[in-house]
């Protein structure tokens, strides 16, 4: 597969699995090895394609981000409260990802790690789901108190490991804390814009003089390719995920992580 018929691929499997919670990290390395191409060279590709589905959600929740910024120059506390939320939930990630940087690069280039990821949090889920008993069913984003906030975004922190998913990781933590299903996955979505924002800023800074020198097989002609396709595919996922798990839960990607998991642990193995 040529590169960039393989950044398309990839920006499919991105925009996909962004906001679902069977982790975008993990699929987009064991389809890396899929598509035949080393792991290692297409690692800042994959970290920096995610702005685009990110960008989906800025799109999508556009008049959300829009009236939070104008409440906060206005200093209306509903604006105020969304904007605290936000950067609280983030505030763990940053300062985890920055100091372990080096630990979890390493990490993107081990497929190995990416199965028994997605078994393991195929199980949580299920537990997760038969345990959790959301109460906070008017609530939105703004009215979530300050410990649920900070709790949601330690759980965000497993998601550095690849296979662990970072939606899925911040939604179950949040079931787990009594909020509801939609309240959960649109926290996920807002969560995930300075989170990816952050990441990806810091995997071009390491990488900018190999990226301006033209050390590295995958250039900006890739990335721009990856980036488009994820935004389109990711605007499609967003408008149906939060109506499937509202009717439907999340036990479903339970149990696609688990299968999923058990077949790229038989294929790792014995390919």
Not at 46 to 62: E, H
Not at 109 to 114: D, K, L, R, T, Y
Request: glycine share 12%; with cysteine; proline share 4%.
């Amino acid at each position: 597969m040529n590169d960039y018929l393989t950044a398309i691929f990839l920006g499919i499997v991105e925009g996909l699995t962004e906001f679902i919670p069977v982790s975008s990290t993990g699929h987009l390395i064991l389809a890396t090895e899929l598509s035949g191409a080393d792991p290692s060279e297409w690692a800042m590709f994959n970290v920096v394609i995610q702005l685009g589905a990110i960008l989906a959600v800025v799109y999508q929740y556009w008049g959300t981000f829009w009236s939070a910024g104008m409440g906060v120059l206005k200093g209306e506390r509903e604006g105020l409260m969304f904007a605290r939320n936000i950067l609280l939930g983030f505030l763990p990630s940053a300062v985890i990802g920055f100091t372990l940087y080096e630990y979890f690069e390493a990490m993107l280039g081990n497929p190995g790690i990416v199965p028994w990821a997605l078994i393991a949090g195929g199980i949580a889920i299920i537990i997760i789901e038969r345990l959790a008993n959301p109460r906070e069913d008017g609530q939105g984003v703004a009215d979530l108190p300050m410990s649920k906030v900070i709790g949601v975004g330690f759980a965000q922190c497993l998601a550095m490991i690849p296979g662990v998913s970072r939606s899925g990781a911040t939604i179950m933590g949040a079931l787990a804390m009594g909020i509801n299903r939609k309240t959960a996955a649109e926290f996920s979505f807002f969560l995930a814009v300075p989170t990816m924002i952050g990441a990806s800023t810091l995997e071009m800074v390491t990488k900018y003089d190999e990226l301006m020198a033209g050390a590295t097989r995958v250039g900006w002609d890739e990335i721009a390719i990856g980036f488009i396709v994820s935004f389109i595919v990711a605007l499609f996922v967003i408008r149906a995920f939060v109506a499937f798990v509202s009717r439907s839960g999340f036990t479903p990607f339970a149990w696609y992580r688990i299968i999923a998991g058990s077949a790229a642990l038989a294929w790792l193995t014995f390919a």
